[in-house]
């Protein structure tokens, strides 16, 4: 069974931080890129960010450039930390793995979602 498991959301103040998490289970994704993408309320899930497998190579989405950092781990645990928060990026955040190469990220498996809100 394909797992990912996203852990780490909750709620901040605003210029506050958190650090999400997205671990593997069931099935390696070792050769895979992984990433997140977010769903604000009312709005469509939009990517986040994306690492490689080799995790070589990382990409960010501009609105979170100089803020977010994706990072993965020798057991393919993948992380998002997240300075500098704002109000607007309080959504749903999805873990995704992907079998394509990074910089065609859209992801084939994904976990359940972990809820970020930042206050104001």
């Known amino acids: 069974q394909v797992q990912l498991v996203e852990s780490g959301g909750g709620l901040v103040q605003a210029g506050g931080s958190l650090r999400l998490s997205c671990a593997q289970s069931?099935?390696?994704?070792?050769?895979?890129?992984m990433g997140w993408f977010r769903q604000a309320s009312g709005k469509e899930r939009e990517f986040v960010a994306a690492?490689?497998?080799?995790?070589?190579?990382t990409l960010l989405v501009d609105s979170v450039k100089g803020r977010f950092t994706i990072s993965r781990d020798a057991k393919n645990t993948v992380y998002l930390q997240m300075n500098s928060l704002k109000p607007e990026d309080t959504a749903v955040y999805y873990c995704?793995?992907?079998?394509?190469?990074?910089?065609?990220?859209?992801?084939?498996?994904w976990g359940q979602g972990t809820q970020v809100t930042v206050s104001s």
């Open positions: 690492i490689s497998w080799s995790g070589g190579t």
């Open positions: 069931g099935r390696t994704f070792n050769r895979y890129a």
């Open positions: 995704a793995a992907d079998t394509r190469p990074v910089y065609e990220f859209k992801g084939d498996y």
